[in-house]
């Protein structure tokens, strides 16, 4: 598996446990996601540079170009969502943060299935 998989993989997987974290109705829901958000913020600098050093978006301009511009597209969203949802902001507002999460997901499930399914194609 190429580096860029598995880190694309890898904060799916953080991207997921997130939003299952979402759905529990706890104060220490909110704190583990927290956490994962710290999680998350390194593997996305981790993707950031694998996308640099993959041959397959190096070999192919067209795909470099739209993976970034999508992935660019997602990291702004969530910073985003991140400075809106400081711990304070989700203590006061719960139930809205969960919304803004939520809506979050699904752009990033959009963006996952995407990423892998083009860069499968590649192969």
Known sequence: MAELDRILAET???H????ETLRRDSDQAIREIIRLRTRFATLVAELMAAMKTDPRLAGD????HEFEERFFAIRKRLAEHQARWRSAAIDEDPAGYRQSAEDLARVQ???YGWARSSLEQTR
């Open 12 to 14: 799916e997987s953080t």
């Open 16 to 19: 997921r446990q997130m939003h």
């Open 61 to 64: 301009h067209a795909l470099s």
């Open 109 to 111: 499930d959009g963006f």
